[in-house]
């Protein structure tokens, strides 16, 4: 069975940094794309960063750029998101979610079950 | 900045089909936008559904379709359920990497 679990979430002062985790299970982690996605609460879905397979290549949401990176370990089946500075409207649950592609089709499939981080004094 | 447009809110009656679209600020939506779509839940995370090649992902019923009606991408649900009342959300490739997604459509059946 595919399975993205998330952690690393929690409550920390603006400013602070976190560390998310994703562990992937039941496919072949480096084959694949990774995402994370953010959903502030009460609000919709905001797409946060991207990382190819081999970590060559990383893009992000204007809003983070600078202060979060996305970075793998295909050995550890792990996905991370490291969160510098954070601020207030950072708070949100964050999902991890896999990359399916083919020709002319993406999606984001699956989803984990998300880690919620809170930012306030 | 690229806005991804949905309704915000709809209304169908069970057994009735609805179709949610998806728009882009800055133009008509393609196929090149990759667009797919997920559904949401209150408390539960996102469920996908379907992506630009109207593939739908394991386990989404027939009724779940997707296309592009005209300059939007959209989802249409034929035969709508009660448990079908979801927020629904769509995704797309705006360029550089990016993707944006739309605000959402709160789905009522009733």
């Known amino acids: 069975e595919v399975q993205l679990v998330e952690s690393g979430g929690g409550l920390v002062q603006p400013g602070e940094s976190l560390r998310l985790s994703c562990a992937a299970s039941?496919?072949?982690?480096?084959?694949?794309?990774m995402s994370w996605v953010r959903q502030a609460p009460g609000k919709g879905l905001e797409w946060v960063a991207n990382i190819k397979k081999d970590a060559s290549e990383k893009y992000y949401v204007d809003s983070v750029k600078g202060r979060f990176t996305i970075s793998r370990d295909n050995a550890k089946n792990s996905l991370y998101l490291q969160m510098n500075s954070l601020r207030a409207e950072d708070t949100a649950v964050y999902y991890c979610?896999?990359?399916?592609?083919?020709?002319?089709?993406?999606?984001?499939?699956?989803w984990g079950q998300g880690t919620l981080v809170t930012v306030s004094s | 900045q690229t806005v991804v447009t949905q309704e915000p809110s709809f209304s169908v009656s069970p057994g009735g089909t609805v179709t949610l679209t998806c728009g882009l600020s800055s133009g008509s939506v393609s196929t090149s936008n990759y667009p797919s779509w997920y559904q949401q839940t209150p408390g539960q995370a996102p469920r996908t559904l379907i992506d630009?090649?109207?593939t739908r992902s394991s386990g989404v019923p027939d009724r779940f379709s997707g296309s592009i009606l005209g300059n939007k991408a959209a989802l249409t649900i034929t035969g709508a359920q009660a448990d079908d009342e979801s927020d629904y959300y769509c995704v797309l490739y705006v360029g550089s990497g990016i993707w944006v997604f739309g605000g959402g459509t709160k789905l009522t059946v009733l």
């Open positions: 630009t090649t109207n």
């Open positions: 979610a896999r990359i399916l592609s083919g020709r002319g089709w993406y999606r984001f499939d699956p």
């Open positions: 039941g496919f072949t982690f480096s084959d694949y794309w």
